[in-house]
Every structure is written in C-alpha cells, then in structure tokens.
C-alpha cells in the first residue's frame, strides 16, 4: 500500500483545513487508517484513526470535537477535517495504515504503511 497525504497549508487560528490521505492498492478497505502529526522538534503524536468500514473513529483529547476522521472506501481516501485550528496544531501530518483496530493502543509501532507528509502551519 502507498499513500499519499495533501491538502496542508497555511491558516490562521481558528481556521479550517481538510487533509486527504490517497492510497493505492485493491486492499484500501480492509486497512485501519491511521493519522499523525509531528511538529518542529518534537516526536510523532497520534491524532486520529478511522476503521476499515468507516462506523468507528478515536481521536486524541487535544483535537476532540474539532477534528474528524472519515473516508470513502471507494476513492480509497481518508479526511481529516481540521475546524478550530489552533497554533499547536502546527506540523507535519501523516497518515498510516494498520490490520488491526483498537481504540486504546494508538503507538504508532503498531502501523505499518506511511505516506509523506503533508505540513500544516497555524498562525496566531
């Protein structure tokens, strides 16, 4: 599997931005997706997940109620729809795929495919 992440960008807090995460491969739909960020020296912080049929979805508490996972099995795409952007929302976005799901373990060891990045820059 490849993917490929998109749709980063400047904003200004309080702003909103959709990323896309784009894979190649017939088995899209039987992965869990995973999405991450990793801002300027620090390590990599689980964000989001979506499971393979779409109806489950974890966040992490710092986006709760802003941020929203989803996908469409059919484009093979996940979304990250980003409302409320604040200044540490600032970083790098990747996005991961998983066989398994869980709600709890959320490290990003337990994925297995990344995509490149897509950077995401809130200004204050």
């Known amino acids: 599997v490849q993917l490929q992440a998109s749709g980063g960008g400047l904003v200004q807090t309080g702003g909103s931005l959709r990323l896309s995460c784009v894979a190649s491969?017939?088995?899209?739909?039987?992965?869990?997706i995973g999405w991450f960020r990793q801002a300027p020296g620090k390590g990599r912080e689980f964000v989001a997940a979506v499971a393979w049929g779409g109806g489950a979805t974890v966040y992490a508490d710092s986006v709760k109620g802003r941020f929203t996972a989803s996908r469409d099995n059919a484009k093979n795409t996940v979304y990250l729809q980003m409302t409320a952007l604040k200044p540490e929302d600032t970083a790098v976005y990747y996005c991961a795929t998983r066989r398994t799901w869980s709600h709890s373990d959320n490290r990003d060891t337990a994925y297995d495919y990344w995509g490149q990045g897509t950077l995401v820059t809130v200004s204050s």
């Open positions: 491969g017939r088995t899209f739909s039987q992965y869990n």
